[in-house]
């Protein structure tokens, strides 16, 4: 991926990183650390999940030790489910370990739609969606344009992508990871499990969706 579109805005780039906190009045101490315009010292919390979605958890910390070593008072913030969303669709955070966008097909408008600004409340209140709070004409008329078309349209996959790029462009939130799994399964007691000659449902077990998974799992005769 990076050989094909090269690393992007999201590098780890500590002196770029320095050049623009400087240029909005940041400034660093004897030890290195940063302080805030005002002069008191930078410090961030990270909310990250503690006892589920193990990949984000790890990331919150990840990040922080990279910023800890930049030179911000970084630390990861374990919160339980309950309060890990609730602050996030209240906006009361300052950073987080979230994914407000996922897709598995050519059709991404079912993931991405909360993205639209339609959906923006005042932080305090429960968002109905676009938790991030982001507001972006361009990414809202993209979304229109796809709310009215079909899954199979040909306009799908190319709308699709200028949303992707107008995304990217406008830096609304950093993309860390894909997400790539080998579902493995054992078909000694069942079978008729999903595969991709029988694609009936996708293979994630540990979501929800096994609902529908179990309802078409046949006994080993």
Not at 139 to 159: F, K, M, R, W
């Amino acid at each position: 991926m990076i050989d094909l579109f090269g690393v992007g805005w999201w590098k780890y780039d500590v002196d770029q990183a320095a050049k623009l906190l400087e240029s909005v009045g940041f400034t660093r101490d004897d030890g290195g650390n940063w302080l805030l315009p005002d002069g008191t010292p930078w410090t961030i919390a990270i909310n990250a999940p503690i006892d589920f979605e193990v990949e984000s958890g790890r990331l919150a910390f990840a990040v922080a030790d990279s910023w800890s070593k930049f030179g911000i008072d970084a630390a990861a913030n374990t919160m339980t489910a309950g309060a890990f969303w609730n602050a996030q669709s209240t906006g009361e955070f300052e950073a987080g370990s979230y994914w407000p966008g996922c897709a598995i097909g050519p059709d991404i408008f079912p993931n991405i739609r909360g993205w639209h600004q339609k959906y923006i409340v005042p932080t305090g209140e429960l968002a109905p969606s676009n938790a991030n709070r982001h507001a972006s004409d361009k990414i809202a008329a993209l979304l229109d344009q796809l709310e009215v078309i079909t899954s199979d349209d040909p306009q799908n996959v190319e709308l699709s992508k200028d949303l992707l790029m107008q995304m990217a462009e406008e830096m609304h939130w950093i993309p860390m990871f894909g997400t790539s799994k080998f579902v493995p399964v054992d078909e000694y007691y069942f079978t008729n499990f999903p595969t991709a000659d029988n694609y009936y449902e996708g293979p994630w077990w540990w979501w929800s969706n096994f609902k529908y998974i179990v309802a078409n799992i046949q006994p080993v005769q």
